[in-house]
T-cell receptor, first 114, second 114 residues
Framework: SAVISQKPSRDICQRGTSLTIQCQVD?????MFWYRQQPGQSLTLIAT?????????ESGFVIDKFPISRPNLTFSTLTVSNMSPEDSSIYLC???????????FGQGTRLTVV | AQKITQTQPGMFVQEKEAVTLDCTYD???????LFWYKQPSSGEMIFLIY??????QNATEGRYSLNFQKARKSANLVISASQLGDSAMYFC???????????FGSGTRLLVRP
């Protein structure tokens, strides 16, 4: 497995501000993803974080709202921009190691926007 | 496209008893994997078990086993000898071997009674 460190673990933010979430892995990984879990809901994929290039976003998610960086094979950031209360969710990074048999998650970031 | 269906919003089980959580899937990928995750109230996603679509035997990991019936497109999770610490949300997910993107079901909340 891999040790995945996600920061911050939780935050309370004012509407209109932005928050950057970090995901650090202790080994090089093939794929990194960002998911959102709205209150009482299941997980939804936001985007695939591509190393050295622009992220690939799923339908309903745009780069201006959720800019993502992945400068190397062990680190990625997700920014939630111009936040509104509807962005209150748990945000989770996920990594795939050598093959699809190994897909793990960070501890999650519980975001509350007031 | 992929879809995961978990028809049990909530389940109760007596401590030390076995419980089965249902999951059916629909996918157009010729090769895919099926996953189960546990999410306690802390919000983290804990990987439990993986089953590949071409695996001949059902996967087992300690007290967890996956009852994989490919023709029925079902991947039920069996937890044996339930413990109080098993109380949590459980999510079934699938991913194609080419995309690695996890698609989640709506989850089942399991409550273990003493």
């Amino acid at each position: 497995s891999a040790v995945i460190s996600q920061k911050p673990s939780r935050d309370i933010c004012q509407r209109g501000t932005s928050l950057t979430i970090q995901c650090q892995v202790d080994s090089q990984v093939t794929m990194m993803f960002w998911y959102r879990q709205q209150p009482g809901q299941s997980l939804t994929l936001i985007a695939t974080a591509n190393q050295g290039s622009e992220a690939t976003y799923e339908s309903g998610f745009v780069i201006d709202k959720f800019p993502i960086s992945r400068p190397n094979l062990t680190f990625s950031t997700l920014t939630v921009s111009n936040m509104s209360p509807e962005d209150s969710s748990i945000y989770l990074c996920s990594v795939v190691l050598d093959s699809i048999t190994e897909a793990f998650f960070g501890q999650g970031t519980r975001l509350t926007v007031v | 496209a992929q879809k995961i269906t978990q028809t049990q919003p909530g389940m109760f089980v007596q401590e030390k008893e076995a419980v089965t959580l249902d999951c059916t899937y629909d996918t157009s990928d010729p090769s895919y994997g099926l996953f189960w995750y546990k999410q306690p109230s802390s919000g983290e996603m804990i990987f439990l078990i993986y089953q590949g679509s071409y695996d001949q035997q059902n996967a087992t990991e300690g007290r967890y086993s996956l009852n994989f019936q490919k023709a029925r497109k079902s991947a039920n999770l069996v937890i044996s000898a339930s413990q109080l610490g098993d109380s949590a949300m459980y999510f079934c997910a699938s991913a194609g071997d080419s995309s690695y993107k996890l698609i989640f079901g709506s989850g089942t909340r399991l409550l273990v009674r003493p």
